[in-house]
């Protein structure tokens, strides 16, 4: 190293080089001579460091390609170019050794050049003036906004576009049940209505206070959360004009350049899988447009030694880390296990393979771990790689990841076996050590902690209801015994509301002794507008017709617009069994995204969003079935 040679020997301060914009005085860079030397150091350390690395590195094109079959069918177009998209993973040591050697000492000889190159340019840079300096700087920063706003507007590759079927309609027939599905419609303008008035551009709304209100899960700034949550409702209901307020200010405002650090999972689940049903439905392409770069920068959170990705994302920096309640550091199974549809969507509509290979390689290393009792643990290590404390729930952190073990088949116009395998065995287990039936008769599912089962269900869990209906075609011979146990589950979470004054359920409830689905703790009796039992219910109505699902699905309309509606929209309560409820002031997204739009499906023909043509990510956002006998071409005026 000769750098040390350029050192300045004298004591003389160099007045300091202003290379901040005239614009922002406060902020100016400086950067002094002397500085500028140990920068030089360290940028010639760092290239040497890289170089010498090369020779370190493991041959990548001694390692087969990653072959998971399924691409084909969810990704046709990625594949028909793959030679050409991804030349490099298609190398396999053999026969073409020569080439390879050839190949590596071009790559040395380019580093080199690239080296040598870099002092080169570092030594002239320091000969100029400030001036000069600071116009390159400018340049720099110009280029760099062009490129941006280039990559912003680049058409993202044309690809088959789903048969879209039924994303208007749905009018029933029967004239009570019209008018219910109006009322529904109404709830929802009233919300929408109080948020664009009070909270417009802010993450959720304060009905009482009529302010804006966010929580850690969006990070610090402001992303209209439900602005992106409610689109789809808004649209299946035809509100069109409240709709294209929405896409205005998605186009013109939603920025994910910020320096927040959000949960990869909420993002995924309410933004991604938003922006990408809006996208389908309307073929706005603006929602998928905004749904990749928010993608982008999800990306960061995969780098961790396991593949397994951080609970938060900074998503400027691209910083993860995991949330510090978390057990021994882990990762969340319902977190990383919940991006499976969103991500294949992506990569279909991008023809980039990246964001597949992200969520396969978490099922694939899913599959290598052993399970206790075939359960699969709420915590994973994503530095070690292996599970935290074994506590096992169908409740909060574990739900949705079986959720989408079964849509992933279902999306895959179920081809994809190795994700119905895995729902298969991973429900069998649940239902040997978590499912009981009380003293009473009603069925419910516990959760395996410390090595017992704790006789406690959360309203989170009552999802399952409607999950274990929905995968009761294509069980293994038991189809008739799943959709029993959904309505088994659905009966339970009817009782929960049935048993509190409101009619409205608990956050958890308790089956202990004389106590039968009731909450016992204080911290468990609010009711935050959640949708699980009424999912399961319009799932339970969809299988079955019986209109018991109707009629409980209206008394629990009914309870949240007794309860829960204010002037200012919708808030939870902080207690069902009161008959003088307090309010919590709070009117989360997924009450605009998922309670009103099972509600309205619930009092809709089944032509509305048929569940052979689409799948409803853990947020409700419909995404259609993937499967090119199912496909026509973008653009065409008939899709549409
Ligand atoms: C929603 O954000 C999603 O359904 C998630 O999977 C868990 N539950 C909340 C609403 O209760």
């Given at each position: 190293m000769t750098a040390p040679a350029l050192l300045p020997l004298s004591g003389r301060r160099i007045p300091p080089l202003n290379l901040g914009p005239p614009s922002f005085p406060h902020h100016r860079a400086t950067l002094r001579l002397s500085e500028k030397f140990i920068l030089l150091l360290i940028l010639s350390a760092f290239i040497t460091l890289c170089f010498g690395a090369f020779f370190f590195l493991p041959d990548s094109s001694k390692h087969k390609r990653f072959d998971l079959g399924l691409e084909d069918v969810?990704?046709?177009h990625v594949n028909a170019n793959k030679g050409a998209k991804n030349p490099g993973v298609f190398l396999i040591h053999?026969?073409?050794?020569?080439?390879?050697?050839?190949?590596?000492?071009?790559?040395?000889?380019?580093?080199?050049?690239?080296?040598?190159?870099?002092?080169?340019?570092?030594k002239e840079k320091l000969k100029k003036s400030r001036e000069e300096i600071r116009a390159e700087i400018q340049t720099e920063k110009n280029k760099v906004v062009l490129e941006m706003k280039m990559k912003e507007k680049k058409p993202l590759p044309p690809v088959p576009i789903p048969n879209l079927s039924g994303i208007n309609g749905g009018d029933p027939e029967d004239n009570d049940i019209r008018m219910k599905r109006e009322k529904i419609?109404?709830?929802?303008?009233?919300?929408?209505?109080?948020?664009?008035?009070?909270?417009?551009?802010?993450?959720?709304?304060?009905?009482?206070a009529k302010k804006g209100h966010s929580t850690n899960i969006f990070g610090s700034s402001q992303m209209g959360a439900t602005i992106v949550d409610a689109l789809d409702t808004l649209y299946i209901m035809g509100l069109h004009d409240e709709f294209r307020d929405g896409q205005k200010w998605i186009e013109d405002s939603l920025d994910f350049s910020v320096n927040?650090?959000?949960?990869?999972?909420?993002?995924?689940?309410?933004?991604?899988?938003?922006?990408?049903?809006?996208?389908?439905?309307?073929?706005?392409?603006?929602?998928?447009?905004?749904a990749v770069q928010l993608a982008e920068k999800l990306l960061p959170a995969f780098n961790t030694p396991t593949g397994i990705p951080w609970a938060m994302v900074n998503l400027k920096s691209g910083v993860g880390r995991n949330w510090g309640w978390a057990s021994a550091g882990s990762s969340i199974l319902a977190e990383f296990g919940t991006l499976h549809m969103e991500f294949v969507h992506l990569s279909y509509l991008t023809g980039d393979p990246v964001y597949y290979k992200k969520v396969m390689h978490i099922r694939k290393l899913l599959q290598k771990m052993d399970r206790p009792n075939g359960l699969y643990p709420n915590y994973l290590n994503p530095r070690t790689g292996?599970?935290?404390?074994?506590?096992?729930?169908?409740?909060?952190?574990?739900?949705?990841?079986?959720?989408?073990?079964?849509?992933?088949?279902?999306?895959?116009?179920?081809?994809?076996?190795?994700?119905?395998?895995?729902?298969?065995?991973?429900?069998?287990?649940?239902?040997?050590?978590?499912?009981?039936?009380?003293?009473g008769g009603l069925t419910f599912i516990g959760e395996w902690k410390n090595g017992h089962l704790e006789k406690k269900m959360g309203h989170l869990a009552c999802f399952a209801g409607g999950m274990f209906a929905l995968g009761a075609d294509g069980s293994r011979n038991?189809?008739?015994?799943?959709?029993?146990?959904?309505?088994?589950?659905?009966?339970?979470?009817?009782?929960?509301?049935?048993?509190?004054?409101?009619?409205?359920?608990?956050?958890?409830?308790?089956?202990?002794?004389?106590?039968?689905?009731?909450?016992?703790?204080?911290?468990?009796?609010?009711?935050?507008?959640?949708p699980e039992v009424i999912e399961t219910y319009w799932y339970l109505w969809r299988f079955t017709h019986d209109p018991r699902y109707r009629q409980w699905g209206w008394e629990a309309a009914l309870a949240i617009e007794k309860y829960c509606r204010v002037s200012g929209g919708f808030s939870g309560v902080k207690d069902v069994y009161s008959s003088t409820p307090a309010h919590d002031d709070v009117q989360q997204s997924f009450f605009l995204a998922e309670t009103l739009k099972y509600l309205y499906l619930l009092f809709s023909g089944d032509d509305l969003l048929p569940l052979d043509h689409w799948v409803f990510n853990t947020e409700a956002h419909p995404l259609p079935v993937l499967h090119l006998a199912n496909t026509t071409l973008s653009g065409n005026p008939a899709v549409r």
């Open positions: 969810l990704i046709p053999g026969p073409d050794e020569p080439r390879h050697r050839e190949e590596e000492e071009r790559l040395r000889n380019k580093i080199r050049a690239d080296h040598e190159k870099a002092l080169e340019e570092a419609k109404e709830m929802m303008k009233h919300a929408w209505d109080n948020y664009r008035i009070y909270g417009w551009g802010h993450n959720e709304l304060r009905p009482i927040s650090e959000v949960s990869v999972f909420e993002v995924n689940i309410r933004f991604i899988g938003g922006l990408l049903a809006a996208y389908y439905l309307s073929g706005e392409e603006i929602f998928k447009i905004k292996r599970w935290g404390q074994y506590h096992t729930s169908v409740g909060g952190l574990g739900d949705s990841f079986y959720e989408y073990l079964l849509k992933a088949w279902l999306m895959s116009d179920k081809t994809d076996l190795e994700a119905r395998n895995m729902y298969d065995d991973a429900i069998e287990a649940i239902e040997k050590h978590l499912i009981k039936k009380s003293r038991k189809a008739g015994h799943y959709l029993e146990l959904g309505a088994e589950i659905a009966r339970t979470c009817h009782e929960s509301y049935d048993r509190t004054a409101l009619k409205l359920g608990p956050e958890s409830f308790k089956f202990d002794g004389a106590v039968e689905a009731v909450a016992v703790r204080q911290a468990e009796k609010y009711y935050i507008l959640r």
